[in-house]
């Protein structure tokens, strides 16, 4: 049930990868590297977002972004499971009135 779900807010609120091109996005480049660079930071990140939209429990969302791009990663397993733990839930996986609470 938990993969549907993801994949519905996926549905509703991901991001296509072509929106991190310089090209979809109007963006000139002094030097191709740099843009090929810059593009791979866009991708990674819409990777994560996506992998947070998909996954509910920090453990397995942890896992899912150090293999989104493990050369970016300088924290390691146990920071970035340890910060995700912090909160039990994502935000939008909470119940609406704890959001407006701020919970």
Same mark, same amino acid.
């Given at each position: 049930?938990?993969?549907?779900?993801?994949r519905?807010?996926k549905?509703?609120?991901?991001?296509?990868?072509? =929106?991190?091109?310089?090209?979809?996005r109007?963006?000139?480049?002094? *030097?191709?590297?740099?843009?090929?660079?810059? =593009?791979?930071?866009g991708?990674?990140?819409?990777?994560?977002?996506?992998?947070a939209?998909l =996954?509910?429990?920090? =453990?397995?969302?942890a896992?899912?972004?150090? *293999?989104?791009?493990p *050369?970016?990663?300088?924290?390691g397993?146990?920071?970035?499971?340890?910060?995700?733990?912090?909160?039990?839930?994502?935000?939008?996986?909470l119940?609406a009135?704890?959001r407006?609470?701020?919970?």
């Amino acid at each position: 049930m938990q993969l549907r779900l993801g994949r519905f807010w996926k549905f509703l609120f991901g991001i296509p990868l072509a =929106e991190t091109t310089f090209a979809r996005r109007g963006f000139r480049a002094m *030097e191709d590297r740099t843009r090929q660079h810059l =593009e791979r930071i866009g991708a990674t990140f819409v990777d994560g977002y996506h992998a947070a939209l998909l =996954e509910s429990a920090p =453990e397995s969302l942890a896992q899912r972004l150090l *293999e989104t791009a493990p *050369e970016l990663v300088r924290a390691g397993p146990g920071r970035v499971a340890g910060a995700l733990a912090g909160s039990r839930q994502a935000p939008h996986r909470l119940p609406a009135r704890d959001r407006l609470a701020g919970a």
